[in-house]
T-cell receptor, first 117, second 117 residues
């Protein structure tokens, strides 16, 4: 079974530029998450989707970050304009999203390392 | 609010030594889930174990074992006879399951384990 796919793996941009990340979850997984992991810290949830609806975006900086999951499968996360403090690893995860909805095991992709200069 | 504390930041051992990684959590929910993930240098978070709050039975999987104690709000992870391939950052995480909860994971800051030959 294929895991969570993410692209690109690395991205270097200058501040005020825009950038987009793509995620393809494990086949059949209804729930998709985007996390931000700053160097030396644990991942922090940015947004959670259930199918194509948003479950939790309370920690998403909505003035510059946006995310969508139009057909309930793939998702994109965009930053516009980027700031220096957005330098981090952006991790996508998925979980089945049915039956036991709480505490589901999340499976993570390899992440996208973003450096903002 | 839920919180996970991993007080150890870096641990260095010699191969074949046993090592214990500590995790202390805070939650007001009576139902919750605890996880351990491994993050090797490649960056992908690898799922190791999931426990729910009603199952305090310790678990052993090969060289890995976990000790869950609700009385001290701890969920510690022991690697027996460590190997160089165990070198990674290890994260403990908590997911609440009370009213209004989703599957959001709250992570600790991680423990960097270095196993020397």
């Amino acid at each position: 079974e294929a895991g969570v796919a993410q692209s690109p793996r690395y991205k270097i941009i200058e501040k005020r530029q825009s950038v987009a990340f793509w995620c393809n979850p494990i086949s059949g997984h209804a729930t998709l998450y985007w996390y931000q992991q700053i160097l030396g810290q644990g991942p922090k949830l940015l947004i959670q989707f259930q199918n194509n609806g948003v479950v939790d975006d309370s920690q998403l900086p909505k003035d510059r970050f946006s995310a969508e999951r139009l057909k309930g499968v793939d998702s994109t996360l965009k930053i516009q304009p980027a700031k220096l403090e957005d330098s981090a690893v952006y991790l996508c995860a998925s979980s089945p999203g049915y039956g036991e909805l709480f505490g589901e095991t999340q499976y993570f992709g390899p992440g996208t390392r973003l450096l903002v200069l | 609010a839920q919180k996970v504390t991993q007080a150890q930041t870096e641990i260095s051992v010699v191969e074949k030594e046993d090592v214990t990684l500590d995790c202390v959590y805070e939650t007001r929910d009576t139902t919750y889930y605890l996880f351990w993930y491994k993050q090797p240098p490649s960056g992908e978070l690898v799922f190791l174990i999931r426990r729910n709050s009603f199952d305090e039975q310790n678990e052993i999987s090969g060289r890995y074992s976990w000790n869950f104690q609700k009385s001290t709000s701890s969920f510690n992870f022991t690697i027996t006879a460590s190997q160089v391939v165990d070198s990674a950052v290890y994260f403990c995480a908590l997911s609440e399951a009370g009213a209004g909860a989703n599957s959001k994971l709250t992570f600790g800051k991680g423990i960097t384990l270095s196993v020397r030959p």
